[in-house]
Structures are given as C-alpha cells and as structure tokens.
C-alpha cells in the first residue's frame, strides 16, 4: 500500500487475488476493498470485471448504481495519472474526458446499435416480401437500406474515435477487421442503394438482376454479424 493511501496503477494492480491477497478495485479516484465479498471471491466479479484496476468505465454500463459501493469499505484513493493512450491527445479531447469520463467508452457502442438492427431487418423484409409478394414489405426494406447508409457512417467515423481513445490507435488484427468489414458493409448498403434508386421494379419481376440483388442484401446479415462478434470480442475479452 503506498503512503497515506495514495495508490499508483501499479500498487493497485497488485492486489488482484493473486499477486496479493486482498482484492481492490477503483472508481472514480476512490480505492474499494472488496476481499471480503463473495462476488468478488475469485478477484473476479461476474465472469469479466478484474480486480486491480480502474473500475470506473465498467461500473458506468453495469445494471447497478454506484450506491452498491456504500456496502464496499474504502481503503484510499487512486493517484491520478492519464492513460497510455491519451497521452497525444489534443488538449481540448484530453480536458473533455478528464470532465466526462464516460465519453470514453459510450460513443461508438451507442451508436452501432442502429446500423446493427437495421441491417439485420433489411433481409428479413425481403424474406417477407417474397413469401406474400406484397409491395410495402419490399419498401420497408428500402427505407432501411436508406437510414442504415448514415447510421452505419456515424458508427464507422466513432469508432476510430473509441480505438484512438481506448487503444492508442494500435493497429491489431481485431481493428483491422473491423475497418476492413465496415467498409464492405457501407459498399453493399451504397450498391443495393443506388441499384434500387436506379430500377425501382427490380424485384417484381424475375432476372439474374433481382437474384443478384438478393444475394447482396442476404450477405448483409454475415457482415454484420463478423463486426458484432468482433465488437463484443473487444469489449469483453473474458
């Protein structure tokens, strides 16, 4: 324990259950003992928050309130110092999330739930479409594929900000494949489109065009689901 209670990263980081018998965890500049609880017994709580460290992200999107802290006895204060990857931000992002922490970690995952549902409801209006033949159910999908072309941009222009944030901007394999699959996902949302703008009667007839047609926005859903699988990879790496 360092002086007066003070605690560095590194001080904090020792006492995981392992390195340390004792069980600390921070939130918002706050050092919690937490060796004592059963939820915590493992120097784990819940199968994905670790012991050790800064906990004020995570307890921000747990289902409870930070008043289940109350219960927690208090052991110091964690020294401030900034993170490994905000070191060359400007100094007006740096100030912004040293007064909003939550600005951290909430942009992009709020915001990728929107091209998320509506890609995933794109082939299943077509799916409805060709089992009643009914004309507003090929609109619906339409007008998904319109509101999914901005919201999909607005996830791929916050999630650099997330990885510049939260990664340091390094360039790992998950990053990559993210980057490379968001932008098949904007090139088929752009070509399905503007080939629909292009021959509105498309579907209502039977070619190669309709059936390659199909196939693209039937591809939309595997897109989709790789960048999910990968986000959620990211998010909870345990």
Do not use: C
């Not at 360039?171 to 703008?197: C, D, G, H, Q, Y």
Request: hydrophobic share 45%; no cysteine; proline share 7%.
């Amino acid at each position: 324990m360092a002086e007066q209670n003070i605690f560095t990263r590194e001080e904090l980081s020792r006492h995981n259950g392992k390195e340390e018998p004792t069980v600390y965890f921070a939130y918002q500049g706050v050092v919690y003992d937490a060796s004592g609880s059963k939820l915590w017994k493992t120097g784990q709580h819940m199968r994905r928050h670790e012991s050790g460290a800064d906990l004020t992200a995570d307890l921000s999107a747990a289902p409870h309130g930070a008043d289940v802290l109350e219960r927690v006895p208090r052991v110091g204060t964690l020294r401030p110092e900034k993170e490994p990857s905000e070191e060359n931000l400007p100094p007006f992002l740096a100030s912004l999330l040293e007064r909003y922490p939550k600005l951290r970690r909430h942009p992009h995952p709020m915001t990728v739930h929107f091209p998320l549902a509506y890609t995933l409801a794109i082939p299943l209006f077509y799916v409805l479409f060709l089992a009643t033949g009914r004309a507003a159910f090929e609109a619906t999908a339409f007008y998904l594929i319109a509101l999914d072309i901005p919201s999909t941009a607005v996830g791929m222009v916050t999630g650099p900000y997330a990885w510049w944030v939260n990664y340091g901007a390094k360039l790992s394999f998950n990053i990559k494949v993210k980057m490379s699959f968001s932008a098949i996902l904007m090139t088929l949302l752009l070509v399905l489109f503007f080939w629909r703008i292009g021959d509105p009667r498309l579907l209502f007839g039977s070619s190669g065009a309709r059936t390659g047609f199909l196939a693209l926005s039937f591809l939309l859903p595997f897109v989709v689901g790789v960048l999910g699988w990968i986000g959620a990879k990211m998010t909870f790496p345990h």
